[in-house]
């Protein structure tokens, strides 16, 4: 294990890449059991690469979140990376960093291993359980993600913040499933509070991912 899954701490880093990049398509990464996706859009920009790390929702798989950012990622040519949490959802979800975290940091070496990958264009993002566990994340590497991108998020957990990653987070008003009066409602002040820049967007809508959402969230990464 190493040092730090266990706080969340992820040690992959972009750098000089070492093996030769994939196609254009669909690849499956994973040292063990092949169950991260990485997809690759047919046109990359010159130089380095946007990423997004894409995290599904609660008893969901990769398979079932890349149509969510897909047609973003293919238009506007970034990469995109759906791990598969080891379990039902996310390791903190369940009590704490660390089975999720080692995979995700071995997945992302292999990435940056194949690809230059943009510094400063680097997002997580994710979905209702995959949303809280991208902010949790994302705001412990914040040295790492330079955007968080939370669709439905439920909470998000305390712990060491360093950097300061732009935040986008949006929230359907009739929410039922993690109702944002007792979530977005109440973790967006304390994220500004707490100094970061976050761009909020209430829908009339429940539990759902917008299209029109995921594209302005994207705007931002790729300005």
Not at 18 to 39: I, K, N, Y
Not at 102 to 117: K, M, S, T, Y
Not at 142 to 156: K, Q
Request: charge should be negative; aromatic fraction near 8%; include cysteine.
């Amino acid at each position: 294990m190493r040092q730090g899954w266990q706080s969340g701490m992820l040690n992959a880093r972009p750098g000089g890449t070492s093996r030769e990049s994939f196609a254009a398509g669909l690849h499956w990464l994973g040292a063990e059991d092949r169950s991260a996706a990485l997809l690759v859009p047919p046109r990359l920009p010159a130089g380095p690469v946007p990423l997004v790390v894409l995290l599904h929702g609660a008893t969901s798989n990769p398979r079932q979140a890349l149509p969510y950012l897909q047609d973003e990622a293919r238009q506007r040519g970034f990469l995109l990376l759906a791990p598969k949490s080891q379990d039902y959802t996310w390791d903190v979800i369940r009590g704490g960093f660390g089975p999720d975290v080692g995979p995700l940091d071995l997945v992302l070496d292999e990435v940056f291993e194949r690809f230059a990958v943009d510094r400063a264009r680097l997002a997580i993002a994710g979905f209702s359980d995959g949303a809280s566990y991208a902010l949790s994340l994302g705001l412990v590497n914040g040295d790492l993600f330079t955007h968080v991108l939370a669709y439905s998020p439920g909470f998000v957990v305390s712990g060491p913040r360093p950097g300061r990653p732009k935040i986008f987070v949006s929230h359907g008003i009739s929410d039922h499933v993690l109702p944002i009066d007792r979530c977005s409602r109440r973790i967006v002040p304390v994220l500004r509070e707490d100094g970061y820049d976050v761009d909020y967007r209430e829908f009339d809508g429940g539990h759902e991912l917008r299209a029109d959402l995921v594209a302005a969230a994207t705007d931002q990464l790729m300005a």
